[in-house]
């Protein structure tokens, strides 16, 4: 299978990949390389909107166009509702879903992450930290007074991310060309710490 030449932003699709919410849902546009969020909200107004044109034969973009125009949104609730209905209606050709962040790989990552860890008593500390529920808490917490370490680990973090965007493309069908400047960077202190919030992991204690 030939692969599709894309030109795709790697810290857009990267973020995409970490984010572990429930409540928004990311796709890859075929065409454009754009990384598009739906959030819950977004998702039960289309239903709505859906519902209320009652098609069963689908619902046509002047049809939908007509009944959002109606509705009383923000301007920018409106472009948000167009761009997932084209979305539904493109979803499996146009649009595919982004894969859904694996608390799994990302325990497995600070498991991995440890080992490296050069230093005794950090080491010990961190693996400790890493058992039972609240192990990203306590990891990130731990890591707090070793500076070194923690820039060690933002890189490591981002460079699995890297990985895992890239196995996905290549399974796609995908050949990511990236625009200038946009591949994978270590995130910064406050972008991990966001992303350690929204991670959450139920594993019992070993």
Known sequence: MSERRLSINMVELGAAFEDASDAVRYYLDLETGAVIAITDEMRDELETIYAELDDEYGVAD??????LQQRDLPA????ALDEAHRVEQGYGQRYIAVPTADSREAYRDME???ETVANPRLQSQLVYAIRGRGA???FKDALLAHPDDR????AFSAARVHEQVLAWLTE???EGV??????IRPLDHCE??????RHSIPHADR
């Open 192 to 197: 991990q710490e966001e992303r350690d919030e």
């Open 112 to 114: 991995n992450f440890v």
């Open 136 to 138: 990203f808490h306590r």
């Open 172 to 174: 796609e069908g995908i």
């Open 151 to 154: 820039e060690r680990w933002f």
């Open 178 to 183: 990236t625009e200038a400047g946009a591949g």
């Open 62 to 67: 002047d049809a939908f166009a007509a009944a």
């Open 76 to 79: 920018w609730m409106h472009e």
